[in-house]
């Protein structure tokens, strides 16, 4: 599922690539990956995407038939002889994959030769945009569950096969495990599920479907109790079969509630089985749920061990997408600027690097300050459009955000797992004040400039004003 | 893109697909395919997918990767074994793709060995839930746009690989052409693009972009007049260059309005075009675009000729997802029924038909028919629920829907191209008539019953009455 060709990307990538080559193939570009919004109106946003991109990178071709299909385009033969031998040799400086990060302000910086960081735009965008969207919703849902077991079950509802890597970003944002197989081969994370309708249906009876089941699966047997009644029908069977499994030496796992009054069905089914003495069975839970239902289940103390999140979830409902964007901001040396009558989409130019203030406790302060790569020390954080808001940066420790991770078109940093990125988000994230993390008007994470890059963008406005 | 292996499913279609080894290996199910409301809130919806999932089909294998996985959880070697020689053998009638279809009744049944039918589930729902979605959405938008070009724009803000998916989709239900070259190449779409704010910011004048752009791009030239001011520079610009491109003999294309107020700046463009000789270059635009968008610039006479649109086509927002389902309906020759709480939720049992009614102008009449397949006749449709309401079908004309596309595992339709569909769904979108396309409170696309299939279904329901 990772193999791309380099015609995964927009025709116009093309289109300006065949002019640069024709009238400055030798030219460098710095280009800048942001967004311009916390998506779902949060207060925070989880990165995702990075160790894909680094290996579709280093992977990227054109095949033999996209360049035959490009000979139809109107594409020359000197540029397609190019484009047969194409492959991205530029570097990348990037915030870390998991980590914490917010609007405005650059997340990864790719510098190279200025057809390659432009034919690269479509698939980085493409990749970084998703999966840094599904973590941020993945990680809202794991703020709302706690310590609950989170399992992600979208993928029948996913956008196709970007389901496969819904399932990789939910596991950075702290979803527990995943129904999706083949996501969970690649990318080591562990694969769960219960049973479908289907399964019950097929049956003549709900006893004898239980019965079948738990004894094909005596140690991880979850059964779906709604499939006709759920107080009446499904949990005195189950309760029959969690019996019959203690007489095996096995035990019941859990059942799994999926449709009706959830908080109510839960307190019900939790009684029922207490009272049978099977306080171990766990129970439960899915059908349309997102951080705002788990949320109220939660406060109505429903007593739910495990939720299985499915549309919501890998569909990153309602925002669909997340607004990242990858503006040039360095041509050949010299600072480049995207205007806008919003001032607020003013791009930042030239190449930079940001820096997280942290406070005293070690805990991030609430600004990051973003300055000139060439910049050694900043000693002041500007208000990037008020000229009256400043804060003195002496009192502060602080992080380099953007490292180094690709160099000539190679991979600078050690592979990293599923795993080892979900724990370092979960690490980030604790450092993250909790006004960052609520829901209802979280606090805004502040951004300044640091005087140089404020003077370059000022200057720049200007020469260009109209 | 097409390379699926059998693990691209759910592990609980596993999981049963074991126990049914276990305990039933040759029982023969059906599954119906089926979505419970249109999309967006609207009145139809445009079947997609089909030819993929056929194709996906023929091929499905797990690989030796699949097996080494699973392996490692909890599967037994005899059920592993079975799977190393999986092969798809069921047969599937279906909707042809591009066809208009409408809630509840059954678009697609497939009927097979109960171990393969259940493994295919998600690999089906997640290709056919989410082109019939984003085929709809297109749909919506074509009818907003009339006789204008579409180009769909939206792969860096799809979610990943399902990209390429949405841009067939597109295709399917209008779109005239797509950025995606992937995607063009393989379904053979007309590819197209303009130019992006990078192009021009990397000169050190927007002139000279506009000008390099036009040399190396003669025929097909739209350029981008955004990145600083649109009408005091790029449209100055681009008028300069169109006039140099005449005494070449060549003619600009268009030029893209891509911010701002796209009804005032296009009225604006316009004008300074036509003053200036050049009412043949059209107007690009772009920007956040949907339906209603659309709909609202042509109703203020914005002059725009061609559209191009993103974000909100490839994700199918608002609804993110199609809420289609895949229910049993028979076991071994006996009718099967899931029931719900909501009454609307009740599937229908038993291998079905679904009959169209044609009224005297040949237009669809507002309802389709659903009776058992064994039916020869039926001579009249029974309201789902209200046993007061029926209707007499003496007198029309009807067709039947669902036709084979697979037996045995190998599909018996000819391969048809995007094309062949687009031009079906548009054949069969103007026997639709206008009031089930308005956006606001579209009419209601009935379902009857068939007599025998009522009483199949009230029997069933009784017999599992608590």
């Keep these: 599922m990772l193999d791309f060709s380099a015609s995964y990307t927009d025709l116009y990538q093309l289109t300006m690539a065949q002019v640069y080559f024709k009238t400055k193939p030798k030219s460098v570009a710095v280009f800048d990956y942001y967004f311009r919004n916390n998506p779902f109106n949060g207060g925070y946003t989880i990165f995702a995407g990075l160790e894909n991109i680094l290996h579709i990178l280093e992977n990227l071709r054109f095949t033999k038939e996209d360049i035959s299909f490009l000979k139809m385009h109107d594409f020359e033969a000197d540029f397609l002889e190019y484009l047969t031998d194409f492959k991205f040799n530029g570097s990348i400086f990037s915030v870390k994959e998991g980590d914490v990060v917010f609007p405005n302000r650059p997340i990864l910086q790719v510098t ?39 399992i992600d079950m979208g993928l029948r509802r996913a956008h196709a096969t970007g389901g496969y890597f819904a399932t990789r970003a939910a596991a950075i944002g702290g979803f527990s495990s995943s129904s999706n197989v083949i996501a969970a081969r690649d ?17 003549t009876n709900e006893l004898q479907a239980f019965r079948d089941f738990a004894k094909t699966r005596p140690k991880n047997c979850v059964l779906l109790v709604d499939t006709y009644n759920t107080l009446k029908s499904g949990l005195p069977n189950a309760i029959t079969v969690a019996k019959e499994m203690e007489k095996r030496g096995d035990k019941l796992l859990g059942v799994r509630l ?4 959830l908080a109510y069905l839960a307190k019900a089914t939790r009684k029922l089985l207490d009272a049978e003495g099977l306080a171990y069975v766990k129970i439960v839970a899915s059908n349309q749920l997102n951080e705002y239902v788990i949320k109220s289940l939660n406060e109505q103390n429903a007593p739910i061990d495990i939720f299985g999140v499915g549309t919501n979830l890998v569909t990153g409902k309602p925002d669909a997408a997340l607004d990242g964007v990858y503006k040039l901001s360095e041509y050949n040396g010299k600072a480049r600027i995207k205007l806008s009558e919003n001032i607020i989409k003013i791009s930042l130019p030239s190449k930079k690097q940001v820096y997280r203030m942290i406070d005293d406790h070690g805990m991030f302060y609430g600004a990051d300050v973003v300055g000139l790569a060439s910049e ?25 955000l953007l490292k180094e991770v690709m160099t000539n078109g190679n991979r600078t940093i050690e592979k990293q797992t599923v795993a080892e990125i979900a724990k370092y988000a979960q690490t980030r994230l604790s450092l993250l004040p909790e006004e960052y993390k609520r829901f209802q008007n979280p606090h805004i994470y502040k951004i300044g400039l640091s005087e140089k890059l404020k003077n370059t963008r000022d200057r720049l406005v200007t020469e260009h004003k109209f």
């Design 376 to 400: 050694e020390t900043i000693s002041q954080m500007l208000h990037p459009f008020d000229s009256n808001k400043s804060l003195d940066l002496q009192n502060f420790t602080h992080e380099v």
């Design 112 to 150: 190279g030769n200025i057809m390659e960081v432009q034919i690269i735009e479509t698939v980085l965008l493409n990749i970084l945009n998703f999966q840094t969207l599904i973590a941020t919703k993945a990680s809202r849902i794991r703020h709302s569950a706690g310590a609950r077991i989170l």
């Design 258 to 261: 999926d449709s009706g009054d």
């Design 187 to 203: 990318f080591d994370i562990a694969a769960s599920g219960t049973m479908a309708h289907s399964f019950i249906q097929s049956y």
